[in-house]
């Protein structure tokens, strides 16, 4: 009978301990995950294409489950202020996408560890891309924006960030 105890006791510590050992893993990657932290536009190294470029915009990049937690800031070329917000997994599954006036939805997948893209999507239908990669020192973070905004018209900016 004790025998059987101990097997059961073991077995329990196994199965808290997997369950933490997994925990602890995602953690650690997320924690080591370069795009995590607070970046501020870098005006004077960005290119937008219709412009005009916001005054500033500042990302604060949270890890949540497989994937991350997004607050963006923008102060506009007219002096208003703006803020979207998402989280979602690395999973290519669309989420919602609060505050955007060009999108609805987001969905990311990670290319490897300094790459992602992201999908807006309005509608269900497609409105921009973005690809988003860290620099080996993790300093800067440069993205790539394709597609179209709220007014239609074709967007292609290169638009870097500094790391805070």
């Known amino acids: 009978m004790q025998s059987h105890w101990r097997a ?5 510590v196994l199965v808290v301990g997997g369950v933490l050992g997994v925990d602890i893993v995602n953690l650690s990657a997320q924690a080591g995950d370069p795009r995590m932290g607070t970046w501020k536009l870098n005006v004077a190294k960005s290119k ?12 604060k990049v949270e890890p949540s489950g497989q994937g991350e937690k997004v607050t963006a800031e923008f102060v506009n070329a007219d002096g208003t ?12 599954k ?3 996408l609060t505050g955007s006036a060009v999108a609805d939805t987001v969905s990311l997948k990670r290319i490897d560890a300094r790459t992602t893209d ?6 269900g239908k497609v409105v921009q891309t973005l690809k988003r990669v860290v620099s080996q020192n993790g300093k800067t973070m440069t993205v790539t924006v394709k597609g179209t ?12 960030f500094d790391k805070q």
Request: no cysteine; proline share 8%; glycine share 10%.
């Open 8 to 12: 059961l006791t073991l077995g329990m």
């Open 48 to 59: 937008y294409s219709p412009g005009p470029a916001p005054r500033s915009v500042t990302l």
């Open 81 to 92: 202020r703006t803020t979207s917000q998402y989280t979602a997994n690395f999973d290519g």
């Open 94 to 96: 669309d989420r919602p």
């Open 118 to 123: 992201r999908t807006d999507k309005k509608g």
């Open 149 to 160: 905004n709220a007014q239609g018209q074709a967007v292609n900016n290169v638009v870097v």
